[in-house]
């Protein structure tokens, strides 16, 4: 969200600053996810609880979220030209 408010106020260098650190937090999120698939899928017991899988959603909605971010600084970008 800070990216698309900094994108309205035009100050893009911001935006793309904030996108830039939305993807690399959502990429380190996303290695952590990656890790605990594959230990289940090396036969490793991985406790799945409600907190496990309500962070999925979390990762997941996140992820959209910042792809649907960078499209609308995106469209702020074209709107001021």
Not at 30 to 58: F, R
């Amino acid at each position: 969200m800070e990216g698309i408010y900094a994108a309205k106020k035009k100050a893009f260098d911001e935006a793309e600053s904030k996108l830039k650190q939305a993807e690399t937090s959502l990429l380190e999120a996303h290695h952590i996810q990656t890790n605990m698939l594959t230990k289940e899928a090396q036969g490793e017991d991985i406790q799945m609880t409600l907190l496990t899988v309500h962070s999925q959603d979390h990762l997941m909605t996140a992820i959209t979220f910042k792809d649907i971010a960078q499209e609308m600084i995106e469209l702020y970008k074209e709107i001021k030209q």
